[in-house]
């Protein structure tokens, strides 16, 4: 049974930085690609960053390239998501996916197969 377990979320101030963390177990990821989505209130869950497990490929938002730095670590079985100079408009609930089916550019939530529960970002002006 596959699991995607988000942590490293918080309440930052404007222009700080955070890393989020997502512990994937229950499978071998190898041929996975590994995408954070997030959701604000009242949006739609939209797209961040995603990589292949081995991190020869990876996509950003327009909204983060830049700023955002995806990452894994297959001796822990983890993905990062290192965030930059961030925004007030970066806060939303941060979602890590997984999938064997899509490539690094799917950046609708709908292919994914698999989800954790999120974690909380929050970024004060």
């Known amino acids: 049974q596959v699991q995607l377990v988000e942590s490293g979320g918080g309440l930052v101030q404007t222009g700080g930085s955070l890393r989020l963390s997502c512990a994937a177990s229950?499978?071998?990821?190898?041929?996975?690609?590994m995408g954070w989505f997030r959701q604000a209130p009242g949006k739609e869950r939209e797209f961040v960053a995603a990589?292949?497990?081995?991190?020869?490929?990876?996509a950003y938002a327009d909204s983060v390239k830049g700023r955002f730095t995806i990452s894994t670590d297959s001796a822990k079985n983890t993905v990062y998501l290192q965030m930059n100079v961030l925004e007030p408009e970066d806060t939303a609930v941060y979602y890590c996916a997984a999938s064997t089916y899509i490539g690094v550019r799917t950046t609708t939530p709908a292919p994914y197969e698999y989800w954790g529960q999120g974690t909380q970002v929050t970024v004060s002006a």
């Open positions: 990589t292949s497990w081995s991190g020869s490929s990876t």
């Open positions: 229950g499978r071998t990821f190898s041929s996975y690609v």
